[in-house]
């Protein structure tokens, strides 16, 4: 956990334009009451970086299921009782009596789960009527090098597919491919209106 916290603080902080962008553009700064899902919060900085300045969001929840980053989250966001986390994956993660939500939030989440189809399934159905789901995700599948006859980043990636994403626990699952598949899987989800941005 401890190699991956700088990547993810920095991702988080040089993402937020974007995130920010998003949430306009589904108008969360206009909501009142709103209820946010984040799946995979980690230690919870991008979930209180991103969610803190909406005054309208009057519950945050996060899940992860790492129990020491979920601790940290909890101890981050101690003084904002909006903000509570649960140690658990998204799979078995099951909300309060009838909870549900505004908007469900996966931020380079989606690409890690065992079956995203399912995951974006659950997060429908976890939506108030009108809720929105904000999937940011990468497809590394576009990294690449040209001229490159050698296929030396092809044979890069071939090996890390092999020898590091199956015995990391928190990418043994992870689909390199999935940016171009999320509109795809966000279609047959049940979701409508859905817009990429890149």
């Not at 380079?108 to 429908?124: G, M, R, W």
């Not at 890069?156 to 994403?165: A, I, K, Q, S």
Request: aromatic share 10%; proline share 6%; charged share 25%.
């Amino acid at each position: 956990m401890g190699w991956n916290r700088v990547q993810i603080t920095r991702a988080a902080k040089a993402g937020a334009a974007a995130d920010y962008a998003a949430f306009e553009a589904i108008g969360l700064s206009e909501m009142e009451h709103a209820r946010v899902l984040d799946v995979g919060c980690f230690d919870g900085f991008n979930t209180y970086l991103k969610f803190a300045p909406y005054a309208g969001v009057a519950r945050v929840v996060g899940v992860d299921p790492l129990p020491e980053a979920v601790a940290e989250a909890a101890a981050r966001t101690a003084g904002d009782a909006r903000f509570s986390f649960a140690c658990s994956t998204f799979e078995d993660y099951e909300p309060e009596a009838g909870e549900r939500f505004d908007l469900v939030y996966f931020s380079h989440v989606l690409q890690h789960l065992p079956d995203p189809q399912a995951a974006l399934s659950k997060a429908c159905r976890l939506l108030v009527p009108g809720g929105f789901v904000v999937v940011k995700t990468t497809d590394d599948a576009a990294k690449l090098s040209y001229p490159d006859p050698e296929q030396v980043m092809r044979r890069l990636f071939d090996l890390y597919e092999r020898h590091v994403l199956p015995n990391t626990p928190h990418t043994a699952c992870t689909d390199r491919c999935n940016g171009e598949k999320c509109y795809t899987l966000m279609r047959r989800a049940g979701l409508g209106n859905v817009a990429v941005r890149q």
